[in-house]
C-alpha cells in the first residue's frame, strides 16, 4: 500500500490549484530583462530573514577574503625561501597535500534482495613534484648530447604503453636494431661496447700507430709484441697446416709424466700425478683440486697465503650432473676428443718433442720432467682405429661417471660465492697432505715456487678432500690419465684450427651448453683481439687508454663515486633495520673504500719499460698461437705464486684497462673501474650531470652494494672477516635478504623438455 503523506498531486490538481491572478504577474515577470528583475527585487521590501542572510553573507565574504591573503602571502615567502635555498644548492622541503576521499562500493549479488553500500575512507599523502633545486644549467644541445639523445630515443618502442609493458617500451626499439649475434649466447650494452672497445685495438694492431714519447724504442718492442700475438691468432691458414700437433704434444708430456712414476699405472701414491697435476695446473689447466694466493681474511688480509679449493668441472655447475640427456651428449663429446686424440705414437711423439723443446724457452723449471721419456713399453701404434673408437668410448664412459661423483662431492655454488666464513678454513698444511696422500706436495709446490713451503693452508671445503682422495683410490689409472687429457682438450682445444675435431667436439659441447647458432664462427679479429687483452692485457691498455681514456675522464669519474659514497653514507640512518652502531660502522667502512679508476700503477700503464719487464717472461712467435697462449697463461700463474707469502701489492688489478667491466674486492676493500666502461653509454665528455650520475652512477652504485651485500657485508673496513654489525642488525638484514632469495627461488625457466627449473635465489 503506498503511503499517503507521500503521494505527489496529480497534474489536473496541480493545475486547478493555481491562482490566475498569480499566473498573469509571472508571465510579465518572464518578460523582464535581467536590470528589470535587479530592480523589482531591490523595490520588494526586506524580510528579516533576507536581512539574516545578507549580513551572514557579508560575514563569510570578509572571512574568505583574509584567508586568501594569509595563504597568498605564505605561498610567497615559500617561493622566496626555496629560491634562496636552491641558489645556494640546498634541497628545499617537499610540500605535501594530505588527501581524504570517500568512496561508496556497492557489493549485489542475484541471491541477495538488498544492495549494501560500504563506506570506504582513504588518506593519501601527495609529494610535490618541483625541482630540488633552480637548475643550473641551460638544456644541453652539444654534439654529444643530441648524439646521446638520438641514442636513448631510438632505443624506445613509443608504440607501447609504458604503464601496460615498460619493458618493450624501454628497450624495443634497441632489441629490433641489435638482433642476437649467431656465435654469442646474450648480447647487450655491455657486449656492445666491449665490441667497440675491440674494435680500437684493432685498429692500433693493425695500423702504423705509434707514440710521441722519448721511450719510443720501447713502445715499438711492446708494440711488436702485441702484433706477433695478433698475428699468429689470425693466421688460420698456418693454424690448419699445424692441425692438433700441438694439442698432441702437449697430451703426449701429460702422459709421458703421469707413467715416469715407480709404481705408474699401478697406484697413484707416487709422484706420477703429482707431476702431471702441477704441469697442467701450471698451464691454467683446473683439473681435481685448485691452489689460490689471497689475503688471510680471518687475520690479515694483505698477508698473502694458500688457499686449496676445489677445481672447476666441465659442465657449468654439478646441477647439470643430474640431466640424463646432457651426460650422454657430453659423453659422445669426450669420446671424440680421446678417439682425437690417442693418435699413432710417432706423430704424438714427435709433436712432443717439438712442443717442449719451443717450451723450455719460456718456463722454469723446463718440462717434461723427469727428462727421460716413456719406457713402459707400451705402443699403440699396430691398434685399428676400431680397437681405439672402443677404447674411448669405454674410457668416456668411466670418465662422465669420475667426474659425477667429483661434481656431487663439490660445495655448492652459492654456499662457495656467498658465504666467506663457512668457507675460510684455515689448516695445517699436514692436515691436507694427509688427508690426500695420492699428491706429493713438497714436490707440487716445488714447481711453483723455490721459496719455504708454507705452514698454512686456508681450505674452503674440508670434506671435499676426503672425497676426493677416495675417488681417486677407487678409479682406475687409465681413467684418471683419461680425465687429465680430457680437461686439456677442452681447455685447449679453442687456440687450434677450426677444421680440427678436437676444436669441433669442444665446439660443439659450448653449443649445447650456451645456445650459440651450430657450426657459427664470429669474426677472427674480434676473437683474436680477445685473446690479446686476455693475454698482454695491461700492454694493449696502455695504447687503449691513450687514445680514450683523458685525465678529465678519471677526475670526473672519480667524482661520481665519491658523491654515490657520499650519498649512500647519507642514507644509513635512515635504514629500519640497521641500528645506529652498525650505521656509524657501514660508513666507516665505505669511508675507507679505496677507488680506482682508468688503470693500473703495476705494471705502470703510463711506462713502456714497466710494461715490458711485466711481460719478459711472455715468449711470443709470429706463428705459434697455441704456444704463445700457453707462455702467457703460464707467466700470469707464476706471478701469482710468487705473491705466497707477501704483503698485498695495492697497484694491482685484476682487469685490463680497456675491459667493460668493474668489481669490490672484499679483502682489499677497493672498488675498481677500467678506462674500458669509461665510453658511451655509460660515460661520456661533456655530459650533464645528470646523465653522468644516471649511466655510470648505477654502475659505481652497483659495485658499492657488493661491500655491504650477503657476502661482502661480512668484511669489514680493513678487509677482515668479522661479525661487525650488531646481532640485531644482522637479522634484520637476513629477513631482507631471505625475501629476496625467496622470491628469485619461485621463478622458473623450461628446461627444453617440458619440465621447470627454479632459480637458485641464493645465487
Not at 704441469?279 to 689475503?295: E, M
Request: with cysteine; hydrophobic share 35%.
Amino acid at each position: 500500500m503506498t503511503d499517503r503523506l507521500s503521494r505527489q498531486p496529480s497534474d489536473q490538481e496541480t493545475r486547478l490549484l493555481r491562482d490566475p491572478g498569480r499566473q498573469e504577474l509571472e508571465n510579465e515577470r518572464r518578460n523582464l530583462s535581467f536590470a528589470d528583475h535587479v530592480g523589482v527585487i531591490a523595490q520588494e521590501p526586506l524580510t528579516p530573514l533576507t536581512k539574516i542572510l545578507l549580513v551572514l553573507t557579508l560575514i563569510l565574504l570578509l572571512l574568505s577574503s583574509v584567508f586568501v591573503g594569509l595563504f597568498a602571502g605564505a605561498q610567497h615567502k615559500l617561493r622566496l625561501e626555496q629560491r634562496r635555498k636552491g641558489e645556494k644548492g640546498d634541497r628545499p622541503p617537499s610540500g605535501t597535500v594530505t588527501v581524504t576521499s570517500t568512496t561508496i562500493s556497492t557489493a549485489s549479488s542475484t541471491q541477495m534482495t538488498t544492495a549494501t553500500a560500504t563506506r570506504i575512507t582513504t588518506t593519501t599523502v601527495v609529494t610535490d613534484p618541483s625541482p630540488t633545486k633552480v637548475p643550473e644549467k641551460e638544456v644541453c644541445f652539444s654534439p654529444q648530447c643530441i648524439v646521446l639523445s638520438a641514442s636513448m630515443l631510438s632505443s624506445l618502442d613509443t608504440s607501447q604503453d609504458p604503464c601496460e609493458n615498460f619493458y618493450d617500451f624501454a628497450n624495443g626499439g634497441w632489441l629490433r636494431t641489435h638482433p642476437l649475434p649467431a656465435d654469442k649466447s646474450s648480447f647487450g650494452k655491455f657486449e656492445a661496447l666491449s665490441r667497440r672497445n675491440k674494435q680500437v685495438i684493432q685498429r692500433i694492431l693493425e695500423s702504423n700507430y705509434s707514440m710521441s714519447s722519448s721511450k719510443s724504442s720501447q713502445d715499438t718492442k711492446l708494440l711488436l709484441k702485441l702484433r706477433d700475438f695478433y698475428s699468429s691468432c689470425l693466421n688460420e691458414n698456418r693454424l690448419e697446416d699445424r692441425g692438433a700437433v700441438p694439442l698432441l704434444g702437449f697430451v703426449q708430456t701429460i702422459r709421458t709424466l703421469y707413467r715416469s712414476g715407480p709404481s705408474a699405472m699401478a697406484s697413484h701414491k707416487s709422484t706420477d700425478l703429482t707431476a702431471a697435476l702441477s704441469y697442467l695446473h701450471s698451464r691454467g689447466i683446473s683439473t681435481f683440486f685448485s691452489f689460490g694466493i689471497k689475503g688471510d681474511d680471518g687475520v690479515d688480509p694483505n698477508h698473502m697465503v694458500l688457499w686449496f679449493s676445489q677445481s672447476g668441472l666441465s659442465l657449468p655447475s654439478k646441477e647439470y650432473y643430474e640431466h640424463e640427456n646432457l651426460l650422454a651428449e657430453f659423453q659422445t663429446v669426450v669420446e671424440r676428443l680421446l678417439f682425437a686424440l690417442t693418435e699413432p705414437v710417432e706423430t704424438s711423439r714427435h709433436a712432443s718433442s717439438t712442443f717442449v723443446i719451443n717450451e723450455s724457452t719460456n718456463v722454469w723449471p723446463p718440462w717434461p720432467w723427469p727428462p727421460w721419456g716413456d719406457d713402459d713399453g707400451d705402443s699403440d701404434e699396430d691398434e685399428e682405429p676400431v680397437d681405439r673408437r672402443r677404447k674411448a668410448r669405454k674410457l668416456a664412459k668411466h670418465v662422465v661417471k669420475m667426474e659425477r661423483r667429483l661434481a656431487n662431492a663439490s660445495l655448492d655454488l652459492d654456499v662457495l660465492y656467498q658465504d666467506p666464513i663457512r668457507t675460510y678454513n684455515p689448516l695445517p698444511l699436514s692436515n691436507l697432505t694427509n688427508a690426500l696422500p695420492q699428491i706429493h706436495f713438497p714436490a707440487y709446490f716445488a714447481a711453483f715456487t723455490p721459496r719455504s713451503f708454507p705452514e698454512k693452508v686456508i681450505v674452503t671445503y674440508p670434506a671435499y678432500i676426503t672425497s676426493l682422495s677416495d675417488i681417486l683410490e677407487d678409479t682406475a689409472a687409465d681413467v684418471i690419465e683419461a680425465y687429465l687429457v680430457v680437461r686439456t682438450a677442452l681447455t685447449l682445444s679453442p687456440y687450434l684450427g677450426t677444421n680440427t675435431e678436437v676444436w669441433r667436439a669442444q665446439r660443439s659441447l659450448e653449443e649445447i651448453l650456451t645456445g650459440i647458432k651450430k657450426g657459427f664462427v664470429g669474426d677472427r679479429a674480434e676473437y683474436c683481439v680477445g685473446r690479446v687483452e686476455e693475454a698482454l692485457g695491461f700492454a694493449a691498455g696502455r695504447y687503449f687508454v691513450n687514445e680514450t681514456f683523458m685525465e678529465e675522464s678519471k677526475e670526473q669519474g672519480t667524482k661520481v663515486i665519491r658523491d654515490i659514497i657520499e650519498s649512500f653514507k647519507a642514507s644509513l640512518p635512515h635504514i629500519g633495520w640497521m641500528d645506529k652502531k652498525s650505521a656509524n660502522a657501514a660508513a666507516e667502512k665505505a669511508d675507507a673504500i679505496r677507488v680506482k679508476v682508468g688503470f693500473p700503477l703495476s705494471p705502470d700503464i703510463r711506462d713502456p719499460g714497466s710494461i715490458l719487464k711485466y711481460y719478459r717472461s711472455v715468449k711470443v712467435h709470429q706463428d705459434d698461437f697455441f704456444g704463445n697462449m700457453i707462455s702467457a697463461v703460464t707467466s700470469k700463474i707464476f706471478k701469482k705464486w710468487l705473491q705466497l707469502g707477501r704483503r698485498r701489492n695495492q697497484d694491482l688489478w685484476d682487469i685490463y684497462p680497456s675491459a667493460v667491466n668493474a668489481y669490490f674486492d672484499p679483502p682489499a676493500n677497493e672498488i675498481v673501474f677500467p678506462a674500458g666502461i669509461f665510453q658511451p653509454p655509460f660515460f661520456g665528455k661533456g655530459w650533464p650531470s645528470y646523465l653522468s650520475y644516471g649511466a655510470f652512477g648505477q654502475v659505481a652504485s652497483h659495485e658499492l652494494t657488493h661491500a655491504f651485500d650477503s657476502a661482502g657485508r661480512l668484511y669489514n673496513q680493513a678487509g677482515k672477516l668479522e661479525e661487525w654489525w650488531t646481532n640485531s642488525t644482522s637479522r634484520g638484514f637476513q629477513v631482507k635478504q631471505d625475501c629476496i632469495v625467496k622470491q628469485f627461488s619461485a621463478y622458473t625457466i623450461d628446461d627444453g623438455n617440458g619440465r621447470k627449473i627454479h632459480l637458485n635465489g641464493n645465487l
